[in-house]
Nanobody, 120 residues
């Protein structure tokens, strides 16, 4: 059973920084890609950033220049460094592990979400 546990969310002021972490536990052989997504109240979940196991990254326009995604393959952990936070970044942030290889096969997994609130 693979579980993703996120941490690092909280309440900050505009312009502050936060670092989110997401650690995967369980019988994992490999994780090919990670992603961070967010969902604000009344809005659909949107992709924020992704990273593949070879380090290729992709960012939503809203995250470019302010957010940095990174991963530690040995620790099965992904991070999201968020700088210059804005009130519109307020949302529940979810991590996603894709192409996860376990003894049971191939699947993807979601974390439970961590709240990020940015006050103006």
């Amino acid at each position: 059973q693979v579980q993703l546990v996120e941490s690092g969310g909280g309440l900050v002021q505009a312009g502050d920084s936060l670092r989110l972490s997401c650690a995967a536990s369980g019988s994992i052989f490999s994780i090919k890609a990670w992603g961070w997504y967010r969902q604000a109240p009344g809005k659909q979940r949107e992709q924020v950033a992704t990273i593949t196991s070879d380090g290729t990254t992709n960012y939503a326009d809203s995250a470019k220049g302010r957010f940095t995604i990174s991963s530690d393959n040995a620790k099965n952990t992904v991070y999201l460094q968020m700088n210059s936070l804005k009130p519109e970044d307020t949302a529940v942030y979810f991590c996603h592990a894709d192409w996860v290889v376990t003894p049971e096969g191939l699947d993807d997994y979601w974390g439970q979400g961590t709240q990020v609130t940015v006050s103006s």
